[in-house]
């Protein structure tokens, strides 16, 4: 068994990896933090879906509290908190699982660019170790790994989508686009006002075109694939749905690539990744098909008039995209099954 602490436990991301350790055959759930103000709680007097699973009070975090509980330490925290904290826990010798923005970037300057200038160089020092959490690029290197810095949700989705295509070489890796459309989960459970009921019911609407913080972090690994520097527009809306993400990209194709060639290319890719699950026939990606799940859907299909390809991607933002992955970098670090804790779907 692990022993897992959550420091965040407060938020959507918190909640959903407490919901998938809880059931997990081997997490010991031993600590809870989140900001309270000097008084404890029980997580499930904050989130009464959880009575009856767990007895667990959330605590003001005390990073030797945290230490001391923990093996495993999963940062649901907000942007340019975090740093603050891993080097520390790193140094009392825990691993760190970071669900936010701060250890994505191979790069400070694209950090501060887009985050601000908030790293030490304690903490900036640890960006060459991070190793970027996506299962199904860096599998062999979240093994060994102290820290994994968990991919954002809108980027999980894109890339899974991109990867195969990018990699062979088969697109062109210029001009990129990418219309998602996620549900308001993806903004975080402190009330914004675009995220009031009023606005967002009944109402889709893009937002943060050119200035989205997710498209930097795309754009890093997708010129990983590619090789060389790719561009990418990036466009994400609100749509009035609680939680799931859909992905619709286009890329130029050379002459001659046909639907058949492209679809043997990603069931190739995918063929030993539990959690993409490559779409055949007239199926296409539903965010309704992997709500509540762990699972990223992917289709394609080529434009033969146009010399396009067009690829949809759908995943649950809180599970794929945040929580789930999570648990999953966690499994291949521990050297558990990668699906441990994971099998399971619906809301």
Not at 44 to 64: H, K, N
Request: net charge negative; glycine share 8%; aromatic share 8%.
């Amino acid at each position: 068994m692990v022993k897992v602490a959550i420091v965040g436990a407060r938020g959507y991301t918190g909640k959903e990896l407490l919901k998938i350790l809880l059931a997990h055959p081997r997490a010991d759930v031993t600590c809870l933090t989140a900001r309270m103000e000097g008084s404890s709680k029980k997580i499930a007097e904050i989130f009464p879906s959880l009575l009856g699973q767990t007895d667990l009070e959330c605590r003001d975090f005390d990073v030797q509290e945290v230490a001391q509980k923990s093996d495993m330490v999963f940062l649901a925290l907000p942007h340019r908190t975090s740093l603050r904290f891993v080097p520390e826990l790193l140094e009392m010798g825990k691993r760190v699982i970071d669900l936010s923005a701060d250890f994505r970037f191979d790069n400070i300057d694209t950090y501060e660019r887009w985050y601000g200038p908030e790293h030490t160089p304690q903490s900036e020092s640890l960006l060459r170790e991070a190793v970027y959490g996506l299962p199904e690029l860096y599998k062999e290197r979240i093994k060994d790994a102290r820290l994994v810095a968990n991919p954002g949700c809108y980027p999980t989705g894109v890339i899974l989508g991109l990867a195969p295509i990018l990699e062979e070489g088969l697109a062109s890796d210029q001009n990129i686009i990418v219309d998602s459309k996620s549900g308001i989960s993806g903004a975080g459970r402190a009330p914004e006002p675009q995220t009031h009921y009023p606005e967002c019911n009944e109402n889709i609407k893009a937002y943060n075109i050119v200035s989205h913080r997710h498209m930097p972090e795309m754009a890093q690994e997708l010129a990983k694939l590619a090789q060389g520097p790719i561009k990418v527009s990036f466009v994400p809306h609100l749509v009035p749905m609680n939680r799931g993400i859909l992905n619709t990209m286009y890329l130029s194709l050379p002459k001659g690539v046909n639907q058949a060639e492209i679809l043997k290319l990603y069931r190739d890719f995918y063929r030993d990744e539990p959690f993409v699950r490559v779409l055949e026939g007239d199926l296409l990606p539903e965010t309704k098909n992997v709500a509540g799940s762990n699972y990223c859907d992917v289709a394609i299909r080529v434009d033969g008039e146009a010399g396009m390809a067009i690829v949809v991607s759908a995943l649950d933002n809180l599970v794929k995209g945040a929580s789930g992955q999570a648990v999953q970098n966690m499994n291949i670090m521990c050297g558990f099954d990668e699906t441990a804790g994971l099998n399971f779907f619906g809301i």
